[in-house]
């Protein structure tokens, strides 16, 4: 099985990251944890809602660069640094899931300076043959 490695992305200030934002092996893409990150590497300041819709939408424009969508997303874990916005957040995050809803595991735990959430993803699409 081939495995493609996609970018390194990651910043924390100027610092960088040791990670893939994400790995195709074989049918199955696997998105690395994604907090709210502004382009400059810090957490962006923001509620709930402005830091979860940063991080969906992030997700969604890596798996454009695998040639998924989030369509495909078949997993999500999610890491909440507040019980109290889980509420919030869910009905955030259920906007981007219309349709099929991936399965999901939701804890809370500390994460990250000023980082209130952080999602990772895995993507179910075959490789064309």
Same mark, same amino acid.
């Given at each position: 099985?081939?495995?493609?490695?996609?970018?390194? /992305?990651?910043?924390?200030?100027?610092?960088?990251? /040791?990670?893939?934002?994400?790995? #195709?092996?074989?049918?199955?893409?696997? =998105?690395?944890?994604? &907090?709210?990150?502004?382009? +400059?590497?810090?957490? @962006? &300041?923001?509620?709930?809602?402005?830091?979860?819709?940063? @991080?969906?939408?992030?997700?969604?424009?890596?798996?454009? $660069? &695998?040639?998924? $969508?989030?369509?495909?997303?078949?997993?999500?874990?999610?890491?909440?640094?507040?019980? #109290?916005?889980?509420? #919030?957040?869910? +009905?955030?995050?259920?906007? *981007? *899931?219309?349709?099929?809803?991936?399965? #999901?595991?939701?804890?809370?735990?500390?994460?990250? =300076?000023?980082?209130?959430? $952080?999602? $990772?993803?895995?993507?179910?699409?075959?490789?064309? +043959?």
């Amino acid at each position: 099985m081939a495995k493609i490695f996609y970018g390194d /992305p990651h910043k924390s200030g100027s610092s960088s990251i /040791p990670l893939s934002k994400a790995v #195709r092996a074989g049918d199955f893409i696997y =998105v690395s944890g994604q &907090t709210a990150n502004d382009d +400059n590497g810090g957490i @962006i &300041t923001g509620n709930i809602e402005d830091q979860t819709n940063l @991080i969906m939408n992030n997700i969604c424009k890596i798996l454009k $660069e &695998t040639g998924c $969508e989030i369509d495909d997303i078949i997993k999500t874990t999610v890491w909440l640094s507040d019980a #109290r916005d889980f509420g #919030r957040f869910n +009905n955030c995050y259920a906007k *981007f *899931f219309k349709n099929n809803k991936p399965a #999901r595991s939701t804890t809370v735990c500390d994460l990250v =300076v000023d980082a209130k959430i $952080e999602i $990772e993803a895995i993507a179910y699409k075959p490789v064309d +043959n």
